[in-house]
């Protein structure tokens, strides 16, 4: 800029981003009362964030080996303890990418009308060409029995050749738990009594550490719906999973788990849709 170390108020001194540091910038920031009335006016002490004081639950899945066996030896075995904990410890990851369905037609009285638009099956395209881009060996893809789901499923399909199609009944589409903040036009109190424990038991069905006898990272593929995904992500997380309402997912798109074989989880990603073009995104 042309500026001398004197009109910006130091003698050189700089920081990594070419700005005065130390007593230089206090010095050259105190001309410009603009620049004075910006400054922060918090301290670490008083601003540092507060843990919550909720450990992480090694156990969430109830499959954490050293709990399993807990150094016991049975009766019957010879085996040293620790050897038999090492044998049942989990030695593979598990990836599960979870699809949420594409655009359908909202109009539809019955679910075998709710099928997908054709903007939907376009998303569906372009779904399927994704997850075969990644070039990943997928072991299944599973999909929610509802049409949609079962449609976008299939269309999806055509791009991983070989790889088995699943139906589930539990993964359709429901009211998981009450969400908080609670939605005032919608109270299905009902409905939470009966959905809740279905996509609770699909929870534990499908999302876990992997099992001890799988030796090799595994890929598997769940299409479903917004509310099944974003409690999925809560309990996986082991976040509040009233608060599964205050995300958003977008049709088609793509939430990627990892679970570790201690049984540590990573959310790769939430509701990626950044592979569509911009006018093909939806969120009905």
């Known amino acids: 800029s042309g500026r001398s170390d004197e009109e910006c108020g130091s003698s050189g001194h700089r920081d990594v981003f070419g700005e005065p540091s130390g007593d230089a910038r206090r010095a050259w920031r105190s001309k410009f009362p603009v620049l004075q009335a910006a400054q922060p006016a918090w301290t670490p002490g008083t601003h540092t964030p507060t843990p919550t004081g909720h450990a992480w639950d090694f156990n969430w899945d109830k499959r954490d080996p050293s709990v399993l066996s807990n150094g016991k030896r049975k009766e019957s075995s010879t085996e ?14 598990r990836n599960i990418l ?3 369905h594409s655009q359908y037609n909202l109009s539809g009285t019955s ?13 569906a395209e372009f779904t399927g060409q994704r997850l075969a881009a990644l070039g990943l060996k997928y072991d299944v893809l599973i999909h929610s029995s509802m049409a949609r789901a079962t449609e976008t499923a299939q269309i999806i399909s ?21 969400p908080v903040p609670p939605v005032t036009h919608w109270k299905p109190d009902a409905v939470y009594h009966e959905d809740g424990a279905r996509i609770e038991a699909a929870f534990r069905r499908y999302i876990h550490r992997a099992d001890p006898k799988q030796k090799e990272d595994s890929y598997e593929i769940i299409v479903c719906h917004a509310n099944v995904i974003r409690y999925f992500v809560c309990r996986a997380l082991q976040f ?16 990627w788990i990892t679970i570790r074989p201690s049984g540590r989880v990573a959310l790769r990603t ?15």
């Open 98 to 100: 979870l699809i949420r």
């Open 240 to 255: 509040p999973p009233e608060g599964w309402l205050r995300m958003g997912l977008n049709n088609g798109s793509i939430t």
């Open 158 to 178: 055509k791009y991983l050749p070989g790889v088995d199609l699943v139906s589930c009944d539990m993964l359709r589409e429901g009211a998981p738990i009450q």
């Open 80 to 93: 040293d303890p620790s050897s038999e904990q090492d044998n049942s410890k989990p030695k593979a990851t």
């Open 270 to 284: 939430l509701g990626d849709t950044g592979f569509m073009p911009v006018d093909k995104v939806t969120r009905t």
């Open 111 to 123: 679910d075998k009308e709710r099928i997908l638009t054709p903007l939907g099956r376009e998303q």
